[in-house]
């Protein structure tokens, strides 16, 4: 199988200024500089095993429940970096073994995946990566010798085979780690040759990997996982909060750990080529929210999967990155990564504001096999940089498309003009004053359709963009009038709406997506109960989802829950009562209905499972 080729730290608009780092003793600890971050990051990728070695007898590293005893063998470590060893291989016999914390889900999950009380297996060989003490921990004894050639390999295939697998960059994390003097630190490690094959152990206390990779963002600091290949990706057999947030009771979500807030986002897109490329220039206003911020990560393309390549293939990758006064940034992002990591040359304090512009691109459009001229991101949501989970933000977005299409998106539309020198194109512009968690868009050969809905004094548009009749035959009247239902039912349930205008584009795939003030929807124009309540259930989220979010995986359900008992509350008016009965028969039956899992039908029912509870409970910091 061909590894992924690394691309070389860029600065971009300027030739990368290489620094030369002292390099002091194993263990010893100095400070780089604001601008020697990239080059730390340089030779992170490289794990170079330096001829250092370690015997093991019986050693043994803890790493909050995870033990790891080294029972005989051998550990080989890494080059320093900025005067501090970041990475070792082990080669020999081992245990590990990590307790399941107290919790009825965590324990019940880790019998259904491994048929087992405790995570635990021999290995015999292990690759190490971190930004704590592990060093001063197993390298005490350390001598100078012969590196063997089998660790050789293991460092050299550990990240390029994870980054591939998972998205998730190891040395742009440990770096971040470094540079913002994260504590507690980063810590990985990968066991290979026991009983239960390869996996891993993440700790990542500050949730970055966690949320990103993994979308476990309720706090968790820990996982347990596996890969079971491309197609089915990866397996979390174990998710954990610290052992000190359990003897404390309470735990802090992942999104403290944010090291800035995006406030308004400027966006250029060029969807002119949708079938080759997507082309967006962001420019992004930050606040920092702790002292001391050297490295900022952004999330991006994160959900594309290593199958058929399509994260190598299709996701957006970072062409240019500078402050807004033109100055140029150093910047990473590998090939296979589901994201990129932006170097200050400044050090940010709380309260901070800075301008980020950021150019990314690539094939990221979504276009139908059996309908023409329809196009829409990939994924609805990570088509530019993001840093935090769902943090809001207000954005001004210009559209650069073909004349012939129409751009539906986020907000309201305020203004069609033309491309002086393209006669072919057009310049729309999109705008979302009220801070809001993710926008997305469609652009095609769209026909408009709307109506005006009128709220008390207020009134707005109501928009739906359909395809032509001579490609799709679609009842624009019915889809406008069930959303036009729906909104002043919702009006009258929850409140007045909150966006300026409120659209719904169609779009060719099976499931329906509520973003701010635009629903994506499949074609629905069949007067049913069910096209009620699907119309009914999108629309729900504006308020719940949008206007109330979610603030972890462990409480989207919520979210969900309520939008599915406001589908059956206006079922029950749009249609006869007893068809709002009907969906909540068809409800009750699925609680009796086994579980489905990603393994295959599992035991017990939905309404005996336990939900996925936040245990210890979260701080609402």
């Not at 033990?67 to 082990?90: H, L, Q, R």
């Not at 880790?110 to 048929?115: D, F, G, P, S, Y």
């Not at 395809?467 to 036009?484: N, Q, T």
């Not at 359900?557 to 249609?575: C, I, K, N, P």
């Amino acid at each position: 199988m061909r590894q992924p080729q690394r691309r070389s730290i860029k600065r971009f608009g300027m030739g990368l200024v290489i620094l030369i780092l002292a390099i002091t003793p194993a263990g010893a600890s100095q400070e780089p500089s604001a601008g020697t971050w990239p080059t730390v990051y340089q030779q992170l990728t490289t794990f170079e095993l330096s001829g250092v070695f370690a015997a093991a007898d019986n050693l043994q590293l803890k790493r909050d429940r995870a033990v790891i005893t080294c029972t005989s063998g051998t550990f080989y470590f890494e080059e320093p970096v900025a005067g501090k060893v970041c990475s070792a291989v082990f080669i020999g016999q081992g245990l590990f073994r990590a307790e399941v914390p107290p919790s009825a889900f965590e324990k019940e999950h880790v019998q259904r995946m491994l048929k087992a009380d405790v995570v635990e297996s021999d290995f015999k060989t292990a690759v190490l990566r971190f930004s704590d003490d592990t060093f001063d921990l197993i390298g005490e004894n350390a001598s100078q010798g012969k590196t063997s050639p089998d660790a050789v390999k293991l460092a050299t295939q550990f990240e390029p085979r994870l980054l591939k697998e998972t998205g998730a960059n190891i040395s742009a994390r440990i770096t971040v780690s470094l540079a913002n003097r994260e504590q507690p630190a980063f810590f990985i490690a990968e066991f290979n040759g026991g009983k239960r094959d390869r996996f891993t152990l993440l700790l990542d206390h500050q949730g970055r990997i966690p949320s990103t990779t993994f979308g476990i963002n309720g706090g968790e600091k820990g996982l347990i996982y596996t890969n079971r290949g491309s197609r089915s990706g990866s397996d979390v057999w174990m998710a954990f909060y610290s052992e000190a947030d359990y003897t404390r009771g309470s735990v802090s979500y992942s999104d403290v750990c944010n090291l800035v807030d995006s406030h308004h986002y400027t966006m250029q897109v060029d969807v002119r080529e949708p079938k080759k490329r997507l082309k967006v220039q962001v420019l992004v206003d930050l606040e920092s929210l702790v002292d001391g911020v050297h490295a900022i990560p952004f999330a991006l393309s994160e959900g594309l999967p290593e199958f058929k390549s399509l994260r190598l293939k299709r996701g957006m990758r970072l062409m240019s990155a500078s402050l807004s006064d033109g100055t140029a940034l150093d910047a990473v992002q590998e090939e296979w990564e589901g994201g990129l990591t932006v170097f200050l040359p400044e050090t940010l304090s709380k309260g901070k504001r800075i301008q980020l512009r950021l150019d990314v691109e690539g094939d990221f459009m979504f276009d139908s096999s059996f309908l023409p001229h329809c196009f829409y991101p990939l994924i609805s949501s990570e088509w530019y940089p993001r840093h935090g989970y769902l943090d809001r933000a207000t954005y001004n977005m210009s559209f650069l498309h073909k004349k012939s299409y129409l751009v539906a998106s986020s907000g309201k539309r305020v203004k069609e003009s033309p491309v002086h020198d393209d006669p072919d194109a057009q310049i729309t512009e999109w705008k979302m004053d009220q801070p809001v968690s993710l926008v997305s868009f469609g652009v095609g050969s769209f026909e408009l359709h709307e109506d005006i809905a009128k709220q008390g004094d207020q009134q707005g548009p109501v928009e739906f963009y359909s395809m032509p009749g001579r490609v799709l035959a679609i009842k624009e009247d019915f889809m406008v009038a069930e959303l036009m239902n729906s909104l002043n039912y919702f009006t009258v349930m929850f409140g007045g709406y909150p966006y300026p205008q409120l659209g719904a584009v169609f779009h060719p795939r099976g499931f329906g997506q509520g973003f701010a003030s635009l629903l994506l929807l499949p074609r629905s124009d069949r007067a049913s109960k069910y096209t009620y309540s699907f119309i009914a259930h999108e629309m729900a989220h504006q308020w719940w989802g949008n206007m109330v979010a979610w603030r972890s995986y462990r409480d989207q359900w919520l979210s969900e829950g309520f939008a599915e008992y406001s589908r059956v509350l206006s079922t029950r008016l749009r249609d006869k009562p007893k068809a709002s009965l009907e969906l909540v028969k068809r409800m009750r039956r699925s609680l009796r209905d086994p579980l489905e899992t990603e393994t295959g039908i599992g035991k017990g029912k939905p309404g005996r499972s336990r939900p996925y509870h936040p245990w210890p409970s979260p701080e609402h910091a």
